[in-house]
């Protein structure tokens, strides 16, 4: 069973922060790696995608891949209280489907 | 730009009567997906279809099926809904024909059933 394994939180950082956010998945022959922010009520929305090795910078927003250690991280540089959501790890690993870690809710205290 | 649009965005049923939740994108993408999502809970596939004319289980299919009407449109159906299908229940989709591609959702149908 292919697996992608998030704290659930929640995590919680004061404005300005940064907040770190970590994920695991268990199929080494996991080929492509996304970030989605879904919000209270909302559907979830694409923030990031990464499918190498390293860092990936988008603004405030950073991924981090290491296939060797099976982990994926997104860490968010001066967190504002509008980040406050929960934030899924998604995973292709060939084939048809995308495997959902179950999210990591973050709070940012103004 | 529509994307992914989901019909009807609210519902409320009785429990023993049907209904067909509809999806259509306009991307041109060849894979959809149903998922439903608990509160607090992560998403759990229901049902997909690879291409035009495929359908698949997936984790939680029980009490639903799913008709690919075309390559835009992917309809989910509760032939007697229970109130165990209470949830919010997205639609996505993917192009499959370029490699490395995320999933992209509807804003999804949030279903009560009483």
């Known amino acids: 069973q292919k697996e992608v394994e998030q704290n659930s939180g929640p995590l919680s950082v004061p404005e300005g922060a940064i907040a770190s956010l970590n994920c695991t998945y268990s199929?080494?022959?996991?080929?492509?790696f996304f970030w989605y922010r879904q919000y209270s009520g909302k559907s979830p929305e694409l923030i990031m995608s990464?499918?190498?090795?390293g860092d990936k910078e988008d603004g405030r927003f950073t991924a981090q891949l290491n296939k060797a250690s099976q982990y994926v991280s997104l860490l968010i540089r001066d967190s504002q209280p509008s980040d406050s959501a929960t934030y899924l790890c998604?995973?292709?690993?060939?084939?048809?489907?995308?495997?959902f870690g179950a999210g990591t809710r973050l709070f940012v205290k103004a | 730009n529509a994307g992914v649009t989901q019909t009807p965005k609210f519902q409320v049923l009785k429990t023993g009567q049907s209904m067909t939740l509809q999806c259509a994108q306009d991307?041109?993408?060849?894979?959809m997906y149903w998922y439903r999502q608990d509160p607090g809970m992560g998403l759990r596939l229901i049902y997909y279809?690879?291409?035009?004319?495929?359908?698949d289980k997936g984790e939680v299919p029980n009490g639903y099926n799913v008709s690919r009407l075309n390559k835009r449109e992917f309809s989910l159906r509760l032939e007697s809904a229970a109130p165990s299908q209470t949830s919010v229940y997205f639609c996505?989709?993917?192009?499959?024909?370029?490699?490395?591609?995320?999933?992209?959702f509807g804003d999804g149908t949030r279903l009560s059933i009483l």
């Open positions: 996505a989709s993917r192009d499959l024909r370029v490699s490395n591609q995320p999933q992209h």
């Open positions: 199929d080494r022959g996991s080929q492509s």
């Open positions: 990464i499918y190498s090795n």
């Open positions: 998604a995973v292709n690993s060939g084939g048809f489907k995308t495997i």
């Open positions: 991307m041109n993408h060849n894979s």
């Open positions: 279809s690879a291409s035009e004319g495929t359908t």
